[in-house]
């Protein structure tokens, strides 16, 4: 579960959680020095969902050419080897 999170979910909405932030830390900023707050459902939302999708696939991308193992190995899926948890893994093809 926590890999779908921070794999698919914090990355596309990340933009809005920054940009959220700043309008908070800008709204009280504001309070004190006297202006005028921006407002949150006037930004730009249709940028930020973009940059979150583009973020969301950089992400992805990264996870994909970073991990994994060889094209042509064997995935050998978790088992017990004498009461030991072996996880699963790729193993180099034999020759």
């Known amino acids: 579960m926590s890999r779908i999170v921070f794999t698919y979910i914090v990355p596309f909405l990340l933009p809005a959680a920054v940009y959220a ?3 908070w830390y800008r709204t009280g900023y504001v309070a004190r020095h006297g202006g005028e707050a921006p407002k949150l459902e006037q930004g730009p939302w249709p940028l930020l969902l973009f940059s979150g999708a583009v973020l969301a696939f ?15 190995g064997t995935y050998v899926p978790p088992h017990l080897d004498k ?3 072996i996880p699963g893994h790729m193993e180099p093809k034999k020759p």
């Open 21 to 23: 932030a700043w309008v």
């Open 58 to 72: 950089a992400v992805l991308s990264a996870t994909a050419l970073l991990r994994g193992g060889p094209p042509d």
């Open 83 to 85: 009461g030991e948890m």
